[in-house]
T-cell receptor
């Protein structure tokens, strides 16, 4: 089975721009969670989608948004980029039916650099 | 607040020896799962081991085992017969039922020396 894939792997943007990151979950998984990883704040939960609906949301500003498609692929969008948005963005997938009781499998991440 | 604390930012161990990574957590929930994830320098986060909080028996996966003390809210990872490929950042994490918001510790950077 193919693992979680994320595209692109690396991205450079300038302040004020917007960016869209993509995540394809493991086949059969319907839940996709997004995390931001920075040296200062560590790993922080952004949001989770299950069956095209946002089920959980972390403590991030509204500039961070996401969506999920009917094939369970998910995208996250960050608008009006700030320098502090530079991070590794990880997505993780799970079956999703039993939130909080399933292992999440992570993708390789998208490294975003904001200049 | 639900938090995870890893008090050892860095550790090192000689190849073939045993090392224990510490983790404590705080939650008022009774139903949750605990995980150790490994993130090698290539950045792919890999599940090492998981523990259901309702199970008293400590989980083991080959050379990896945990010491789960629910009352003390402690969840340490023991790596036996350390190998060079074990060099990585190790994250302790937990998740509560009905919520996919996984909480992570700050991580422990483990170096296995030849």
């Amino acid at each position: 089975k193919a693992g979680v894939t994320q595209t692109p792997r690396y991205l450079i943007k300038t302040r004020g721009q917007q960016v869209t990151l993509s995540c394809s979950p493991i086949s059969g998984h319907r839940s996709v969670s997004w995390y931001q990883q920075t040296p200062g704040q560590g790993l922080q939960f952004l949001f989770e989608y299950f069956s095209e609906t946002q089920r959980n949301k972390g403590n991030f500003p509204g500039r961070f948004s996401g969506r999920q498609f009917s094939n369970s692929r998910s995208e996250m969008n960050v608008s009006t980029l700030e320098l502090g948005d530079s991070a590794l963005y990880l997505c993780a997938s799970s079956f999703g039916q039993l939130a909080g009781q399933e292992t999440q499998y992570f993708g390789p991440g998208t490294r975003l650099l904001v200049l | 607040a639900q938090t995870v604390t890893q008090s050892q930012p860095e550790m090192s161990v000689q190849e073939a020896e045993t090392v224990t990574l510490s983790c404590t957590y705080d939650t008022s929930e009774n139903n949750y799962y605990l995980f150790w994830y490994k993130q090698p320098p290539s950045r792919q986060m890999i599940l090492v081991i998981r523990q259901e909080a309702y199970k008293q028996q400590n989980a083991t996966e080959n050379r990896f085992s945990v010491n789960f003390q629910k009352a003390a809210k402690s969840f340490s990872l023991k790596i036996s017969d350390s190998q060079l490929g074990d060099t990585a950042m190790y994250f302790c994490a937990f998740i509560t039922y009905n919520n996919n918001d996984m909480r992570f510790g700050a991580g422990t950077r483990l170096t296995v020396k030849p």
